[in-house]
């Protein structure tokens, strides 16, 4: 993929738009796929975590950010994070290395994913794969970025390595969606959480048979619409409350022991 040209005027006007700045929801990502010209491996994802579109630029770095996304001890994760300019262009001249550069332009470095962990803790990620860090270029670069976050007291890390199955891009995807559902109005007399919350005890209930079948009980006892309680189901999967058990994407006609209170067995 090429970048469009960078110019000091296209910096400005990235700065007045707020790029890089903000959190969860507000945060706008310093790049995103419409800031290259040709077309490639991007990805735009509904972010679990955040509760935005996401912006990826490879099959890999999509894979690191599923691999953290909707984690209970993950609180936001910030795609394409600015690095400030002022300061990577001290850090190159330190290291004597040639600062990133477009037609000689200084660019705003960025590191590919920033994830503020519960407790204080945060990591900032570089994704590349092993090809990439065999090019000396690519090397001198991060050596820039993990001085910058040195320098902050903020863990820095490589990632070379990371695939998930399709099964788990799918349920990902699914659990992100389904944190927004409380957004939508009920087809019942209760909102979506307190379905949830009473299909939570319906599951814990259930010693056999398959979900759907649980599913359409708690329908019937509860005298909900079609369809409530499996909705309820993947409420408490993006809620964090229940987990899946051996599989990778929830089954609606599998055992209802697919699933698992987040502290142990339904």
């Known amino acids: 993929m090429a970048r469009r040209r960078t110019t000091e005027k296209s910096?400005?006007?990235?700065?007045?738009?707020?790029?890089?700045?903000?959190?969860?929801?507000?945060?706008?990502?310093?790049?995103?796929?419409?800031?290259?010209?040709?077309?490639?491996?991007?990805?735009?994802?509904?972010?679990?975590?955040?509760?935005?579109?996401q912006h990826l630029f490879s099959d890999m770095e999509e894979d690191v950010f599923l691999k953290f996304d909707g984690r209970p001890d993950v609180l936001d994760i910030r795609e394409q994070f600015p690095l400030h300019r002022a300061e990577t262009?001290?850090?190159?001249?330190?290291?004597?290395?040639?600062h990133p550069a477009d037609h000689g332009v200084d660019v705003v470095m960025t590191s590919d994913l920033l994830v503020d962990l519960a407790g204080g803790r945060g990591v900032a990620l570089a994704v590349k794969s092993?090809?990439?860090?065999?090019?000396?270029?690519?090397?001198?670069?991060?050596?820039i970025e993990r001085e910058y976050w040195r320098r902050r007291?903020?863990?820095w890390k490589v990632v070379t390595g990371c695939s998930v199955s399709r099964a788990e891009r799918i349920g990902?995807?699914?659990?992100?969606?389904?944190?927004?559902?409380?957004?939508?109005?009920?087809?019942?007399?209760?909102?979506?959480?307190?379905?949830?919350d009473a299909m939570l005890v319906e599951l814990a209930d259930a010693a056999s048979g398959t979900l759907v079948e649980t599913c359409q009980a708690a329908e019937r006892l509860h005298g909900w619409a079609p369809g409530t309680g499996m909705s309820a189901v993947r409420r408490l999967l993006a809620?964090?409350?229940v987990v899946l058990d051996g599989v990778s994407r929830l089954t609606p006609f599998g055992a209802v022991t697919q699933l698992r209170l987040a502290g142990g067995a339904v």
């Open 11 to 53: 910096i400005a006007r990235m700065l007045k738009q707020g790029r890089g700045r903000g959190h969860g929801k507000d945060y706008k990502p310093w790049l995103t796929v419409t800031s290259f010209s040709s077309s490639g491996r991007v990805h735009r994802r509904l972010g679990q975590t955040t509760g935005r579109v």
């Open 89 to 98: 262009m001290v850090i190159a001249d330190q290291l004597g290395i040639a």
């Open 130 to 143: 092993a090809s990439e860090l065999r090019r000396r270029r690519v090397i001198e670069k991060l050596a």
């Open 153 to 155: 007291g903020i863990a």
């Open 172 to 196: 990902a995807q699914e659990r992100a969606q389904w944190a927004q559902v409380a957004r939508l109005k009920s087809p019942n007399a209760v909102d979506w959480d307190e379905c949830a």
């Open 239 to 241: 809620r964090g409350l």
